[in-house]
């Protein structure tokens, strides 16, 4: 019968309950989120590149929109002209997301979900159905908003809306079911700067 | 009657023996699950990171983005680094449970903790720490 506890044991115990608590500790600080508040849409810009460029070479920002809650980027392809994917760079530390939502879900090419091997941006609902789709759902939700144009991406189709001329938010449409997606994160739209 | 005694000590033995087997392999399989359960964890909060982080975030309400209500990202990549410590651990212990059936106790015990602090960073699938928890009590037993 063992009468004490093995210092092997013990020194085991020890090590590794100090390490966890270190850890658990680390993670909260600035060594776990390293973050820098990104202050105007060219450093947002310059963020999204960086992220573009992780993801290929062959991608350029195409657009950065600037929300109250955080800034979105377009990222297109340079060789096809067809946007790859949407990004969100957070204002309070400058990371950088695959926005959620349908980016992340519905992106048949740099989604998480459902890659094709063959991806499209050719897809059963095309744009003016997507528009059409997109200004039924508005007329429901948001009565006197009007859909702008569809900007294409592989899977489906990202919109904004406007009110009195004055953009107010962002839908996208699936292009092969035609469902709606409302983008509900980024709150109130402060400006648009569109690249070459 | 003495011989009686004989054959029941043979058994307890053979049944000690095999416990103490069961108890190690469920152990190591267990801190082997969690173990890869941490390095995966880790490699897809390296490589998609951010957009995890953003999830976890999300599942605290969208102000999560902000910091405000949801997790600290860092704070999930911390959970996962404490599921491969755990890992690591119970794998140690169950290679010392085999290796030393006297000081079962002390290593039942260490499995034991470190299999229930895994659950922190999912515990191998949790199906890793269960089977750690179960290792570490038979050893214990």
Redesign the interface.
Known sequence: M?KS??S???L??VV?LI??AL??A????A???PSAPVNDAGQAKTLAEQYASSQGSNLQVKEIMEFS??YYAIIQEKNTGINAFEL?V?K??G????E?GPS?MWNTKYG?MGRSRNPTATMPVNSEQALRNAQEWLDFNFPDARAEEAETFYGYYTIDFSRNNQTTGMLSVNGYSGEIWYH??HGQFIRMIEYD | MIKVKKNMNTNTGRSSRSMNMTAFVLSLIGGILILVNGVMSFLMLTYYGADFGWMWGMMGGYQGMMGSLGFPFGSFMGLMLVALVCGIIVIIGALMLNSRPAERRSWGVIILIFSIVSFLGMGGFYIGAILGVAGGALALS
């Open positions: 063992q506890f093995s092997t044991a013990i085991t115990l590794g390490a966890i850890i658990i680390f993670s909260y600080t060594i776990f989120n809650n955080q969100l957070d309070a530390t990371r950088v997301f695959l959620p992340m998480h509900t994160w």
